[in-house]
């Protein structure tokens, strides 16, 4: 149970986590979602933004007017999407009960769009595990944009249900969905599938079912696809894997080159910011955990 809420739950201001990965995939499916030039040009100013502060008491606002959108709408499966999103983007800066909400909205709306993009996906978190899966392996390439989404989701919401074990229970599901995504498109959100199976590899010591090695290569798979410029990746890389092993070394390099990378980067900028804040305070653990 610890390993598994050290990699999900991490808060803005004790801890920062998935907050920047979550708006990543967030705002891009609101930028493919409202065509609208305003749409566009928010969600690139969120993406390279560097003041955390700002954006973190901007995005309520922006909740309320993809969920008005929704009334008139409810069966968008883009503006879905977005909601989904979004929702879960905002629940990494909040705590307990609003995080919990936020992340049922989350997977609601994910849930709500996979229906909505094929109906043999509606019920899909009802059915019995070997349906589950022979409609995952049934997956296409064109839905992992909606797929990516509900794991996503799904990853969020059993971060903020961490305290319930039937949530945990849920876990392989999401493996086993994350598990199709990648095998049908492994560069989805600069290699966001690999990312995730990273983390979810490295829950657990080998010691106790986990596959530390497998989830190292998946990291590795990560930062290349993504040529090293998406930061978070590291620091991740750095939480789960190296300190799982014990590889200190590992873990003060990743970090080290978080730290000295220009945070700067076309739709990265806030992500890097945020990976920036959370490798220094790892950093500065590093002699004290080792």
């Known amino acids: 149970m610890s390993s598994f809420i050290r990699f999900f739950k991490w808060r803005l201001g004790g801890s920062l986590g998935l907050a920047g990965l979550l708006l990543m995939g967030g705002c891009a499916t609101v930028t493919s979602s409202l065509t609208s030039r305003m749409a566009s040009d928010l969600a690139s100013s969120i993406m390279n933004s560097t ?15 993809i969920d008005s959108f929704l009334r008139s709408s409810p069966n968008d499966e883009k ?3 977005a909601a989904s999103s979004l929702n879960g983007a905002f629940s990494a800066f909040t705590v307990d009960e609003r995080a919990k909400l936020l992340t049922d909205k989350a997977l609601d709306y994910a849930l709500q769009a996979a229906c909505v993009n094929d109906a043999n996906l509606c019920a899909l978190r009802s059915l ?35 305290d319930d074990w039937n949530a945990i229970a849920e876990l ?3 493996k086993s969905l994350m598990t199709r995504v990648l095998s049908l498109n492994e560069r989805w959100e600069l290699g966001g599938p690999h990312l995730y199976m990273g983390g979810l590899e490295t829950i657990l010591p080998a010691s106790m079912g986990g596959k530390p090695e497998v ?15 998406y930061l978070m990746t590291k620091v991740i890389f750095a939480e789960q894997y190296a300190k799982l092993t014990f590889d200190k070394d590992l873990y ?3 970090l080290t080159e978080v730290l000295a990378a220009n945070p700067v980067v076309e739709g990265m900028t806030l992500t890097n910011v945020l990976a920036q804040q959370r490798a220094r305070v790892l950093l500065a653990e590093s002699d004290d955990y080792f």
């Open 252 to 254: 003060d390099q990743l």
């Open 128 to 162: 019995e595990f070997a349906e589950f899966q022979r409609r995952v392996d049934g997956l296409r390439p064109n839905q992992v944009p909606v797929m990516y989404a509900v794991a996503v989701a799904w990853t969020g919401w059993m971060q903020a249900h961490s």
């Open 215 to 229: 989830g190292r290569t998946h990291f590795e798979r990560a930062i290349e696809i993504a040529n090293g410029q």
């Open 51 to 65: 003041d955390v502060e700002t954006i973190r008491e901007g995005v309520p606002a922006y909740l309320i007017m």
């Open 79 to 81: 503006l879905l999407l």
């Open 172 to 174: 392989s599901r999401v």
